[in-house]
């Protein structure tokens, strides 16, 4: 209740007022409580007669002498009013108004009635309003924070515990209701919190929070503040680094009241207190280790292009430092060719991303690690050979691209986070299998003679995805006699190379077979073959020494060369 005291004169018209007017209960002065500075409208608090029994009967009379002023004040001092400021707000309680006017039930003395009018009829006469001082409801001073969240994840709303404090100002009323007062928490990239507001929560508080009481200007203090909000996503996002909360009175509060703010920014301000924080990003992975698997092609063959293969790759998290990380364009995968098992030095044919859009943008929850079980991508060893690229490197790095800001670390620190699959056993050129060939003897040849000796349809199968081969210079041919069928025991004649240039250029189709139609050696003693130490025939296969271009050559058995032996049978037996 607000109580104050007031004072007021009434003019008198003299000319048209009787001499003396005498009795009970004659006059009244009505107050109230307006918005409106002529008392129209609602009025607030409003007191019918603030007379006493004792000021409603008071005399009036004229002045006797000729000399008093023609019109006179009439007084009333000491008044006094009661205001209850809870049937409104600030904003009802501007003007103080009277209204002077005779009762409804006079009783003037000696039962003679007398007239009440108002000069001209004029309203505004007989009410007066004046300006109320400064109005005070409930003054916020004050507001601060603190925000806990676990395993923030960006993209999601996750549990979070606020609590918040309030100061007032100590003229602040007591304050006792529902719906009193409520809490916004959003993210914003202004530290004022001006803007747009991003994953705004509207109101924070439960029914009960938000009709904490206030009393006597203290504080208002609420822990333990439960509700969901995209806690992981500010400060993860392009121009979304600040975490904002404002303090408001609630919607539709029951009792309604006023509400401002000391020292507001601006006319909006003036209703609410904001205050915002700056926030890192808070996801981060921190990653050990990187296991990759090659799941096709078991073969990759060397200066082919397009050829499809997969991988899979496991990027090996640590569970104390990581947490979950979620967005867009979060992960890059490079591929690419090396001389070095670590990746380092000159990089060949690299692909800068060979992840899918899917792949891209795949979340990695807690606790757990970054798989992709099946990276798709295409090789190209055109115009490369396996020696030039004996490991097929993966470095897996944040996407620079990324919705998100997270914290990309290895430990202990591998920059650039490189793992190589080795070459040795996947990358092939020409893998041959086995050799074919006969021989014939010269129809010309004169017994005792030295002729030399036809090695005709000689053939050399390859496995079916060996390559083209085209070039000079590319293969050797040697033929030998021995004392064994597998060619271990070599003895004259020897001739460790029967290939013509012709010859040695003869080209590999793809798959095979490599064909010698006819080849010939020099001449030798042909009757003393399969006689003494001469009882196998050998043809041996092998890669030329400086092959241009130059190709991967491999056999089936691993060796180096291929030797066919047939027995032959002494002349003379």
Sequence with gaps: MNRFRFATEIEIFKARTSRIIQGENMWRISA???????????KFSYNDNVLSEKERALEF?????????????????KLRYTFDATEGVCADFKYFCIKFSMTDDPQPKFELDFTYTVYREEYER??????????????????????????????????????????????????????????????????????????????????AEGS?????????????????FEYGTIGCIEDVNYICMEFLKGDAPDPEFTFTVEGGRSAVSRDSLVLCKPQECLSRVVFVDLDLTLISPDIIVENSDDTDTTVKLNAITSKQLTTAVAGEDLWQVKTFFSTDPNGRGRRVNEQPQI???????????YDENLVFEEVDFQVDLADLICDEVPFMCFQLA??????IDYTFETHPVQDPFVDCLSMEDVCKGVVFTELAWSREIPEDHVPGTDSPLFIIEASVDVESYSREVTGVDLWQVSVFASRDMLGNERSDPIYSDVLTPIDAATTLPQGGPLTFPS??????????????EFRFLCVEFQKGDSPIPDFTYDTKSGDDTIVKCHPEDCADM
């Excluded at 009379?61 to 001092?77: E, G, H, L, M, V």
């Excluded at 992840?355 to 929850?365: E, F, K, M």
């Design 32 to 42: 109230w409580v307006s918005r409106n500075s002529d008392g129209s409208g609602e």
């Design 355 to 365: 992840l899918t859009a899917v792949q891209d943008d795949q979340t990695l929850p």
């Design 61 to 77: 009379s004229k002045a006797i002498s000729d000399y008093a002023p023609p019109d006179r004040r009439w007084t009333f001092n």
């Design 398 to 403: 944040k996407n620079p691209a990324a919705s």
């Design 126 to 207: 007989q009410t007066k309003c004046v300006r109320l001082g400064i109005c005070a409801g409930v003054i916020a001073e004050t507001f601060d924070w603190e925000l806990i969240g676990e395993n923030p994840i960006p993209g999601q709303e996750t549990p979070v515990i606020i609590d918040i404090y309030v100061t007032f100002r100590d003229d602040t009323r007591n304050l006792v209701g529902e719906g009193l007062w409520r809490v916004s928490l959003f993210g914003s990239s202004d530290p004022l919190g001006d803007g747009p507001r991003f994953g705004e929560v509207a109101q924070i508080l439960n029914g």
């Design 212 to 228: 904490t009481d206030i009393a006597n200007g203290d504080p208002l203090d609420l822990d333990g503040i439960e509700t969901e």
């Design 519 to 532: 080849l010939e050696t020099p001449p030798f003693a042909i009757d003393e073959m399969g006689c003494g």
